[in-house]
């Protein structure tokens, strides 16, 4: 939540957030573009998996500073609701999607199934938020939900500093692929006996 004993934030403060947002943004797409021009073949040892191991660590890192900063200095936007969550679901997405993909599964240890799940609990979940909060039924973020992010973004790097050292899957990788998506699937229990509640309740007419 914004900091309300503050003034709006002005100057450079108001703008820093966004501009991490959008910095986010950015190195997504050269992060999933380092990724797409990746050669599986390389070896012993795979540069390009190095720089995109770079790449989201630091990506992740604005993920953490421009909702830190937003919410210190009162300069919470429309633009930043929406552009943040959206920034942080296309660089965690887009990136099990190219490791479970036709080039880098074969040594990421993340199979298709498992890019997959992540996809739908992340599609469910803002769908169901969206048309909740839209009828004003309060859906944030479950702590569930914030240990799984943390997760998926631990695992990532380590599934791509096993890639740039090893010629196949090894156990820091398939380890890491397990438990992002084992900690996916149990972060939607909760949004899913919210939904359930939810249905179930009575609505009240016009």
């Known amino acids: 939540m914004p900091n309300s004993s503050s003034p709006p934030a002005i100057g450079y403060r108001a703008k820093l957030p966004n501009a991490l947002t959008l910095g986010r943004l950015v190195l ?47 300069a919470v936007s429309k633009f930043g609701r929406i552009m943040d969550p959206l920034a942080d679901k296309l660089l965690v997405l887009g990136a099990f999607v190219m490791l479970a993909g036709r ?3 074969g040594i990421s240890g993340v199979a298709p199934w498992m890019a997959v799940t992540i996809l739908f609990r992340e ?8 048309v909740f909060e839209s009828s004003g039924v309060d ?12 997760l998926q973004s631990v695992a990532v790097p380590l599934i791509l500093i096993d890639i740039a050292t090893s010629a196949e899957p090894g156990p820091l990788a398939i380890w890491s692929a397990w438990a992002a998506t084992i900690a996916t699937a149990v972060s939607l229990v909760p949004y899913l006996t919210r939904i359930a509640g939810l249905m179930r309740a009575p609505t009240t007419p016009d």
């Open 28 to 74: 997504t797409i050269v992060f999933i573009a380092a990724l797409s021009f990746a050669d599986p073949a390389e070896a012993p040892i795979r540069d390009w998996a190095i720089w995109a191991c770079v790449l989201f660590i630091v990506a992740a890192l604005t993920d953490a500073a421009d909702g830190y900063l937003a919410r210190k200095w009162n």
């Open 103 to 105: 080039d880098l599964g």
């Open 123 to 130: 599609l469910l979940v803002t769908t169901a938020r969206s």
């Open 139 to 150: 859906f944030s973020a479950a702590w569930s939900g914030k240990i799984k992010m943390i």
